[in-house]
């Protein structure tokens, strides 16, 4: 899988056991990608909680960043102004550690920000159906994308799941709660010492 390329990575010195020995060896960053409705920042949540890790709404920090919702962005600036304060914001995070990202589904998406997901974090793929991602997000006003018509979001589902396959481990959502997510992830890091 090329989303693990540069992990799993050796533990940081100063974490050690009781008795000494460094601790398994987590990767410093662990990015959530998926289509919007996923689950992203449920499980995100529940998984920096698990792994005493901080978890961090790549959308909020977009936001304070740009003192305005995402809405807003996108209704003030467009969509490339928002894409900027994506990338910057990814750009920023790349240099924190301990942290569990949930990333925006367009996230993975520009070139420049797949570094992010495919360099020194563990990328897991929260998956979902297009039919199941719209049952979940409705008409949520939040989520500008929306506007657009079925088939035109089918079309950005259709691009975006090679991507986000490409990207990250793959996890299916359908049918299991977020705890049983968190429990999968756990698994896949605890194999990958
Ligand atoms: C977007 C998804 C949203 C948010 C913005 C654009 C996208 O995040 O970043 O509205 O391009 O799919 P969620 O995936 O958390 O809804």
Request: glycine share 10%.
């Amino acid at each position: 899988m090329t989303a693990a390329a540069g992990w799993p990575v050796e533990p940081h010195s100063e974490e050690r056991e009781s008795d000494g020995r460094p601790t398994r060896a987590h990767p410093p960053r662990i990015a959530l990608i998926g289509f919007m409705g996923s689950g992203k920042s449920t499980v995100g949540r529940l998984l920096a909680r698990r792994l005493g890790y901080r978890f961090v709404d790549v959308d909020e920090r977009i936001e304070s960043r740009a003192g305005m919702s995402i809405r807003e962005i996108f209704a003030a600036e467009g969509e490339e102004a928002f894409r900027r304060l994506e990338s910057e914001t990814l750009e920023d995070l790349a240099g924190e550690e301990r942290i569990v990202a949930a990333a925006g589904g367009g996230a993975p998406v520009p070139v420049r920000n797949r570094e992010f997901f495919a360099g020194a974090a563990a990328s897991f793929y929260l998956e979902v159906s297009f039919e199941e991602f719209l049952r979940r997000t409705g008409s949520d006003p939040a989520r500008p994308l929306l506007q657009r018509g079925t088939g035109e979001l089918r079309s950005l589902y259709e691009q975006r799941r090679p991507v986000y396959e490409s990207l990250g481990r793959r996890i299916p959502t359908e049918g299991r709660s977020p705890k049983e997510i968190v429990e999968e992830i756990l698994r896949v890091l605890g194999r990958s010492r």
